[in-house]
């Protein structure tokens, strides 16, 4: 096993280098950039992801009024006539852009192996703070949101294939396949329609994870208030997960239920139960715990932009397509290069997961 972890890292090495060398590659060739935003913030028309970004952004050009009159028209940007030549330049040499390409690609990758991700462009704060001060949100949403979805899940799985055929199998069927087609964003409108102060009830908030008054509230009060602001949220997002999660549950079970080793055990006289928790549920399982940390990881950012979006909670997904509008480069860059190699950890932890509920399982015997 300690080969095969060892092959895999070692993998991954490239993995991530190829992902990030094509990202770049397409970055060069994508329109606009941070010099065309801070001269279209300069000739006020500016266009930004948000108005909090639009407000705040742009400070470190804010006091270089450009020469209007001075210079040559610059056709390199767009919108850049009769600003001042070596304006323009100054501005490329604060974003890194008086080097060639491939010297600001290398400088990126060397200073991602120390996972230094420099600061942000239209920000005064380091992207590893950046990154750090959204990251509750979205461990909040991705971890409520995955358990509860397996808690409700799994149970809702076995008793489907318990009881396969009858009616209640066909009518939890009919409504989590509702669920799913459902878009969670509009599942989230709706209750915030009818729970947050729309049409009819206001019961819960629409706004940010915790209460304005957090500091003052005592601990009991604070989980209290936690889970008041996440529930709305949670329930929007895990609505479409119950169905994945709950049919691949069923068809595990009653895949296992029809093979001959439980045929065996019914012969000795145990009963369904012993039968069921005692021999198929651990095999029937495999897949669906083996699957828990990618699904974990998959929650941060399946659905979570319009989810953040919808309920003003400023996370990781908002943090990436506010970076991505705003040509905000080494943000972009950096949770590109964090959430590709956490998703190359999660694939080797879900494969040694599978060896730790089947011991049987063994990567290393497999021809590679």
């Known amino acids: 096993m300690g080969a095969y972890i ?20 397409i970055v060069q060739f994508a329109p606009g950039g941070p010099v065309e935003r801070v001269i279209a913030q300069l000739q ?26 001075a ?9 850049a006539q009769g600003l001042d030549p070596e304006f323009i330049a100054e501005l490329e040499r604060q974003f890194g852009f008086d080097r060639p390409a491939h010297e600001r690609f290398a400088l990126m990758i060397s200073n991602y192996l120390t996972f230094n991700f420099g600061e942000s462009y239209f920000r005064d704060i380091t992207v590893i ?28 799985g076995i008793a489907k294939a318990t009881r396969d055929g009858t009616r209640f199998d066909i009518w939890t069927s009919g409504i989590v396949i509702v669920g799913y087609a459902i878009p969670g964003f509009l599942f989230a409108v709706l209750l915030i329609v009818v729970f947050a102060g729309g049409s009819f009830l206001d019961w819960f908030p629409l706004r940010g994870l915790t209460s304005d008054n957090w500091a003052e509230l005592s601990w009991p009060e604070r989980i209290i208030d936690y889970f008041w602001h996440l529930t709305l949220p949670i329930v929007s997002m895990a609505l479409g997960a119950f169905a994945t999660t709950t049919l691949l549950t069923k068809n595990s079970f009653l895949d296992e239920v029809r093979k001959q080793y439980v045929i065996t055990a019914r012969m000795k006289g145990l009963t369904e139960r012993q039968v069921l928790y005692g021999h198929v549920f651990r095999n029937a ?15 941060f950012f399946t659905g979570a932009l319009l989810i953040e979006t919808i309920f003003s909670l400023d996370g990781l997904g908002l943090l990436s397509f506010e970076s991505i509008v705003n040509r905000d480069y080494p943000v972009v860059f950096a949770t590109l290069y964090i959430f590709s190699l956490m998703g190359l950890l999660v694939n080797l932890i879900s494969d040694l997961t599978y060896t730790w509920v089947d011991p049987r399982i063994d990567f290393e015997r497999r021809d590679v």
Request: no cysteine; aromatic share 8%; hydrophobic share 50%.
């Open 71 to 79: 210079g040559e028209p610059n056709s390199q940007y767009r919108g």
């Open 285 to 299: 399982m495999l897949i669906i715990i083996a699957g828990f940390p990618g699904a974990f990881i998959a929650s």
């Open 129 to 156: 703070e950046l990154i750090k001060e959204k990251l509750p949100v979205s461990i909040s949403l991705g971890l409520w949101m995955t358990l509860i979805s397996y808690a409700v899940s799994i149970p809702l």
């Open 44 to 69: 006020g028309a500016d266009v930004s992801a948000t108005q909090r970004i639009g407000g705040s952004s742009g400070g470190d050009f804010g006091g270089q009024a450009p020469d209007a009159a």
């Open 6 to 25: 060892l092959r895999r890292l070692l993998l991954m090495i490239p993995t991530l280098f190829g992902i990030m060398l094509i990202s770049f590659i």
